[in-house]
């Protein structure tokens, strides 16, 4: 098993400066109940079991364009989601398929989006990148890096303009902190006090570009010191406890000190940026991925739980089995559901009225 | 009837309509303490509080993307750019966010937002402050367009604006900021989005333009009156997506002739979307080729003289109307 020190990565300062312990100083474990801890397990067996059965999908041309996968970064998800209330708000770039299925997106409605069915929680419209649910007030999956941080600082902004005390949960990967929108977004939450927790999803890589090669600071957490107010935490994004306890207390304060914080999470993509890309070889080695992959946050946290007898090996298996069979129906399910029907093709692009009509001009068709 | 600028008129607009739903806030550089660049949003800060009169930092992606985010959740934000020369920098909200989230959620999440601020040249203000945005925004489905010539317009339309269900940019016009007009008062006035308005009858020639030249096409139709006996209808199209095709049609289907005319430039513009509408529906009451009346094809340059050359004039207008009158 990998160190932590061995598989730090993202901006690691050089090996003679002593390096900062991620999450050393983070806030205790969550000393969370033996259902929690078990209903932890099943999420995020749930997002890898769905995962790998959208890439098998997407092989056999089921899914198109673009599928990014988050498999080894479940613990992230898993953890920050749970910590919130159904009132809150979760929002997310375009690798989105675990935090819609962890905030409660059922899992034939995420596979049909993927397959572009009527019956996919965006009615075919979206796809993989958007991911939306009003009913769990997930606000989507955006695909443009960065674009929905400004968002998600409305989102902050409408609930203290109502006196709520619902936090915006934000997740983006580490290359985003290199866009401007997040220094407008973080700045604005932090001067006006939005209850929006920031999470960098550290995998180490923008696509192919190690965010060593990108990012002129070290540790991307310390951007936080830029925006006074901002709390701000580096947590071991593969023990889903630790990022759990991290997004606790972020929730905290931002329903009691009404502060944004910002989170990194060191993580790891096991598979390639997208399907077109292979697990390694350009731009990273398969002994790096190895390394990464016997640090696997579902491992851990079922080897934990089994010697901790919270949960039977038998109970795992079984628990296991269950998923793959949801996931094995919602494959069944997208297969089965129909397509979005051509001719309301202009009903979505206004919900209000839309005089003389967007059809005047496709006499051609 | 109330005589009042355009900028009183969409300062009324914006104060009735905050009045009236407290969902709606103003967001953007300089509206609050400074009472707007222009001065559109004087008072209101005193009138309605710090959160729904927001000074915002000189972010604009950052605060459109903020208004986005408040209207997926049920606010009603109008954003204030100081110019839509500055909206450049907003504009992947204004177009990936605001104008595809309700399609791109199966129709969960509308997005009712209004984007204003002054387009169009100015005066003197060279090439980075002088530009028209429409056409660029026209573009995109999703967004509906706004640009009204007159006070009673500017608020009757900012009003209805306010209380669309989608995103609508509203574009002002600089130099109409003191233009004055008739307002009725204590009376609701809410011109529809994509209604055009016939501002002048005439049965010769069909003028249609929108925004700032509205009133040069007003001033050019009165000497075409006087100096050559033609009387010119101009169509205030006042929206320019949707726009009023039908009333557009019908004017021209009436005089036979039409000159288009916009401030911006003439490649890919409001114009040539409207002669294909015009040659396609209308083909056969052409009495003349549609002429078009535009802006130079050039970046703006400071120079007085040369500012005022680029810029379409009453003039040209005359030119153009009695090109397609055989005169």
């Known amino acids: 098993m990998a160190t932590k020190e061995t598989r730090a990565h993202g901006n690691t300062p050089a090996k003679d400066t002593p390096a900062k312990p991620a999450a050393a100083d983070g806030p205790d474990l969550p000393g969370l109940e033996p259902g929690e801890l078990k209903e932890l397990l099943r999420l995020m067996i749930l997002a890898r079991r769905f995962e790998e059965k959208a890439a098998e999908s997407y092989q056999l041309g089921k899914i198109g364009g673009f599928l990014h996968l988050y498999i080894g970064q479940e613990a992230v998800a898993a953890g920050a989601i749970t910590a919130l209330r159904e009132d809150d708000y979760v929002i997310s770039a375009y690798r989105d398929h675990a935090q819609a299925l962890i905030r409660g997106i059922p899992a034939r409605a995420v596979m049909a989006e993927l397959y572009g069915r009527a019956t996919g929680c965006s009615k075919g419209m979206g796809g993989s990148m958007h991911l939306f649910d009003r009913s769990v007030n997930f606000l989507g999956g955006h695909a443009i890096v960065g674009s929905h941080l400004p968002i998600a600082a409305g989102v902050g902004y409408a609930i203290r303009y109502r006196g709520g005390d619902q936090v915006c949960l934000c997740f983006f990967g580490d290359a985003a902190v290199n866009i401007g929108a997040f220094h407008e977004a973080l700045n604005m939450a932090a001067k006006w006090e939005l209850p929006v927790i920031w999470i960098i999803e550290n995998n180490a890589y923008g696509m192919g570009t190690d965010i060593r090669r990108s990012a002129a600071i070290s540790e991307l957490v310390d951007r936080a010191c830029a925006y006074e107010g901002t709390a701000s935490t580096q947590v071991d994004g593969m023990d889903v406890q630790k990022v759990r306890a991290a997004v606790d207390e972020a929730v905290r304060t931002a329903r009691e000190e009404k502060r944004p914080s910002l989170i990194e999470a060191i993580t790891y993509r096991f598979m390639g940026h997208s399907m077109a890309d292979p697990s390694h070889g350009t731009y990273r080695a398969r002994e790096e991925v190895e390394g990464w992959r016997e640090d696997d946050p579902i491992l851990s946290l079922s080897d934990q739980l089994i010697a901790a007898d919270v949960i039977t090996a038998e109970e795992y298996e079984e628990m296991d089995r269950a998923v793959i069979e949801e996931v094995e129906g919602s494959a069944e399910f997208a297969d089965a559901s129909p397509s979005p029907d051509e001719s309301h093709i202009y009903d979505l692009v206004y919900s209000d009225e839309y005089p003389h009509g967007l059809d005047r001009r496709d006499s051609w068709r | 009837m109330a005589v009042i600028t355009y900028r009183e008129a969409l300062n009324e607009a914006l104060r009735e309509e905050m009045a009236r739903d407290e969902s709606v806030f103003l967001i953007g550089e300089e509206v609050a303490e400074y009472d707007g660049a ?64 309700y399609q791109m959620s199966g129709g969960q999440y509308n997005v009712p937002i209004v984007f204003r601020g002054p387009g169009g040249a100015a005066l003197m203000l060279a090439a980075q402050h002088s530009q028209s945005p429409e056409s660029w925004l026209a573009y995109v489905p999703g967004l509906k367009i706004c640009s009204p010539a007159t006070p009673y317009d ?87 997506r949707p726009i009023d095709v039908p009333t557009v049609l019908a004017s021209v289907r009436k005089t036979n002739r039409a000159v288009i005319v916009e401030e911006g430039w003439p490649v890919a513009n409001i114009g040539a979307q409207i002669v294909d509408d015009i040659q396609r529906e209308a083909f056969d009451a052409l009495d003349a080729p549609v002429a078009r009346v535009t802006g130079l094809d050039v970046p703006m340059p400071y120079a007085r003289n040369l500012e005022k050359l680029v810029q379409p004039s009453a003039e040209n207008i005359c030119t153009a109307a009695r090109d397609v009158c055989y005169i």
């Open chain 2, 38 to 101: 222009y001065k559109v949003s004087k008072n209101l800060l005193e009138a309605f509080g710090e959160w729904r009169v927001r000074d915002a930092p000189i972010a604009e992606l950052g605060f459109a993307g903020l208004g986005v985010g408040a209207a997926m959740v049920g606010l009603r934000p109008i954003v204030e750019f100081m110019t839509w020369n500055f909206a450049l920098l907003a504009l992947d909200q204004v177009i990936n966010s605001a104008a595809k989230l």
């Open chain 2, 154 to 240: 500017a608020k009757g339309l900012l009003k209805s604006a306010v209380r669309d269900n989608d995103p609508v940019v509203f574009i002002e016009g600089e130099l109409l900021y003191n233009v004055k007009g008739e307002v009725p008062e204590d009376e609701e006035i809410l011109v529809p989005i994509g209604s055009a308005d016939v501002k002048r009858q005439g049965d010769d020639v069909t003028i249609v333009t929108y925004g700032k030249m509205v009133h040069e096409a007003l001033r050019a139709a009165e000497t075409l009156a006087t100096e050559d006996e033609v009387e010119a209808e101009v169509v205030d199209l006042r929206s320019v």
